[in-house]
């Protein structure tokens, strides 16, 4: 057991530019789920996935973010056009199954800063 | 919809004094209660859960909780503190009536003062 790794760990980008960032889960965990934190906050759920099926969007999602999890594996988290309010810690999480009493492992995220 | 509120921002302790970090929620199900603790810039670690069964939960690095029905709380506890507890804390809760989504609380962070 690895650990869920998200890369990168840090993104500086300019507004209007896209980015990506990986989350590599903990092999085997079938669930893997994207967050947003901002400073202060608790993270706030964006989406997740069962194997490569994305199930569930939180309104938090616009049409400029984009999730795949092509192979159930890996994940990518893309934003199109960034924009200052973009500006979080994007954490990825990971569990075995769907159990409702299953915990979920976290990344240590990536923080990203719009300028 | 689920709720969770931690109702204290932060809360200091001195060393080997015992610590209590509040939370309460609201679900329409069943609840499901987790623990997590933030060091900076990592994820979050889990610290421990209450399903069903002991109102009293034991879980990681000597911290326990107390799940309150009546009350719909469910506060952190450990009956003496370290220095390296200090850290941001988050109650999350998650209800069976809406599926895989975790909800958190804002955090509470603890500083535990030598």
């Known amino acids: 057991d690895t650990g869920v790794s998200q890369n990168p760990r840090h993104k500086i980008t300019k507004r209007g530019q896209n980015v990506t960032f990986r989350c590599d889960p903990i092999?085997?965990?079938?669930?893997l789920y994207w967050y947003r934190q901002t400073l202060g906050q608790g993270p706030e759920f964006l989406t997740y996935f069962q194997n490569e099926a994305q199930l569930e969007k939180s309104r938090l999602l616009s049409d400029r973010f984009s999730a795949e999890r092509p192979k159930g594996s890996f994940s990518t988290l893309e934003i199109q056009r960034t924009e200052q309010g973009d500006s979080a810690m994007y954490l990825c999480?990971?569990?075995?199954?769907?159990?409702?009493?299953?915990?979920?492992?976290f990344g240590n995220g990536t923080r990203l800063t719009v300028t | 919809a689920q709720s969770v509120a931690q109702p204290e921002d932060q809360v200091n302790v001195a060393e080997g004094n015992p610590l209590t970090v509040k939370c309460t929620y609201s679900v329409s199900g069943n609840p499901y209660l987790f623990w997590y603790v933030q060091y900076p810039n990592r994820g979050l670690q889990f610290l421990l859960k209450?399903?069903?069964?002991?109102?009293l939960v034991k879980g990681s690095y000597g911290f326990e909780a107390e799940f309150n029905k009546s009350q719909t709380s469910f506060h952190l506890k450990k009956p003496s503190a370290l220095v390296s507890d200090s850290a941001l804390y988050f109650c999350a809760v998650r209800d069976d009536n809406y599926g895989q989504n975790f909800v958190f609380g804002p955090g509470t962070r603890l500083s535990v003062l030598p």
């Open positions: 092999s085997e965990h079938n669930r």
């Open positions: 209450y399903i069903t069964g002991d109102n």
């Open positions: 999480a990971s569990s075995p199954d769907g159990q409702v009493n299953s915990p979920l492992h």
